[in-house]
């Protein structure tokens, strides 16, 4: 994207890429009982830091691309109200994966993975009645339904961010949305990967120092088939009834992945 380009786009979407604060913690540094994995730069490597890109994919809006960036430190994830997947119903622009080198993470039934990062999002990311998921764990390939989901939800005519267990329809946590719009929020992700009754989930965010939300669900199904693979961005449902969907983007950094040892 060309200076000129993203100086429209910053305008745009809001005013430029905000600085993240410095978490005090080397990239790929070690965490007690769990072994570093991936630590990419988006300085450095950009969007070569995942295993796929899923950027309009059905080719809705290529003047408003890239939607997905490297800016500075931080990966960008632009996303507008023209904007089309290949299902017109619903808007799509996702990265998968955990990229390393010419390989990438593979995550399997019995592990434990963790991922932690901090993600910024504006005010004009809001919750919709309808989904909005910026993280999803799934099975790699096209049919299967997700397995966990970080979603933007309206919940009682309340705006919440909450994780959710898809299929067996269980929220493993919920807090209001709108003290966390324009402002840098850790996430702490853990899964253990099993079948029926094997796995498990936590999920903590941290916002100003603050722990905002700490749930856990154990005795879950947390696998469908052949592996899990992460997903990041923004994956919209253009059904919303509160008048939420608008041009926006979120932004991830310090994005770190960790296997249990």
Do not use: N
């Not at 979407?13 to 988006?42: D, I, M, N, Y």
């Not at 910026?134 to 933007?152: D, H, N, R």
């Amino acid at each position: 994207m060309t200076p000129s380009r993203r100086a429209v786009l910053g305008a745009a979407l809001g005013a430029g890429v905000p600085t993240a604060a410095a978490t005090g913690r080397p990239p790929g540094a070690p965490v007690a009982g769990w072994q570093p994995r991936w630590s990419p730069s988006a300085r450095e490597v950009g969007t070569r830091a995942f295993e796929t890109l899923e950027d309009d994919r059905a080719h809705s809006h290529p003047a408003g691309g890239p939607h997905i960036t490297a800016e500075g430190d931080a990966f960008r994830f632009s996303i507008h109200t023209v904007d089309r997947d290949t299902s017109a119903d619903r808007q799509r622009q996702e990265v998968t994966g955990c990229r390393t080198g010419d390989t990438y993470l593979t995550w399997r039934k019995g592990q434990t993975w963790r991922v932690t990062y901090r993600m910024f999002l504006p005010g004009s990311l809001r919750a919709t009645t309808t989904f909005t998921h910026i993280m999803q764990m799934k099975q790699p390939g096209t049919g299967s339904a997700p397995i966990v989901v970080q979603s933007l939800r309206r919940s009682g005519g309340r705006q919440t961010i909450e994780l959710k267990l898809f299929e067996q329809d269980v929220v493993v946590g919920r807090t209001d949305l709108e003290p966390l719009h324009d402002r840098w929020t850790d996430v702490d992700f853990r899964i253990t990967i099993g079948d029926g009754a094997a796995g498990s989930v936590r999920w903590i965010l941290k916002s100003g120092g603050k722990t905002v939300v700490d749930a856990a669900e154990s005795g879950v199904d947390t696998f469908l088939a052949d592996r899990v693979r992460p997903k990041w961005g923004i994956y919209r449902s253009l059904g919303d009834t509160s008048g939420s969907i608008r041009d926006t983007y979120m932004l991830l950094t310090d994005l770190r992945a960790y296997q249990r040892v």
